[in-house]
C-alpha cells in the first residue's frame, strides 16, 4: 500500500508542477475549453482566488506532498490528512466561485483524495498492528 501512495503522491507533485509552472509563467494550459462552457482551466487558473499571498494553490499541493515524506507521528499524519482535504475542499469551493472547472484541478483533487484515503488505511492497519502488540505484551 505505501508504493500505491508513493505513486499517488508523485502523480501528484508532477501535476501540481505543471499547475505552478504554467500559472507563475502565465502559460496557457492544455485543457479542452469550450468558450462559455463549463469546463475552463484558463479561467479558473488566471482568478484572484487561484493564488494565496501570491503563491498558486498548486505549489501548496506540491507543498503538502513533499511534506508527507517527513512526517512520522500519527498527529502528524492525521493533520496531513486533514490539510489534504481542506486543500480540495479550497480547490472545489473556488471552481464553484469561478463558475467553472480545471480538468486538471479536478484530476490533482482526485489524487490527494486517494492519497489520503490510503494513508487513513496505513494509519488504520498501523493501529491494528500497535493494539495485537499491545494484547501480546499483556499475555
Not at 484558463?42 to 508527507?68: D, E, M
Request: glycine share 10%; aromatic share 8%.
Amino acid at each position: 500500500m505505501k508504493g500505491l501512495m508513493a505513486f499517488f503522491l508523485g502523480l501528484v507533485a508532477a501535476v501540481g508542477m505543471y499547475l505552478t509552472v504554467t500559472t507563475l509563467t502565465h502559460t496557457t494550459v492544455a485543457c479542452p475549453a469550450a468558450p462559455g462552457g463549463l469546463i475552463n482551466c484558463g479561467r479558473v487558473l488566471s482568478s484572484s482566488g487561484s493564488t494565496i499571498f501570491s503563491v498558486p494553490l498548486a505549489a501548496y499541493g506540491l507543498v503538502w506532498t513533499v511534506s508527507r515524506s517527513l512526517l512520522r507521528r500519527l498527529s502528524a499524519l492525521v493533520a496531513w490528512s486533514l490539510v489534504g482535504f481542506g486543500g480540495v475542499a479550497w480547490g472545489l469551493s473556488h471552481e464553484w466561485m469561478v463558475g467553472s472547472l480545471c480538468l486538471w484541478c479536478t484530476i490533482m483533487q482526485i489524487l490527494i483524495v486517494a492519497a489520503v484515503g490510503i494513508q487513513l488505511g496505513l494509519l488504520k492497519a498501523r493501529r491494528s498492528i500497535n493494539a495485537l502488540d499491545r494484547y501480546k505484551q499483556a499475555h
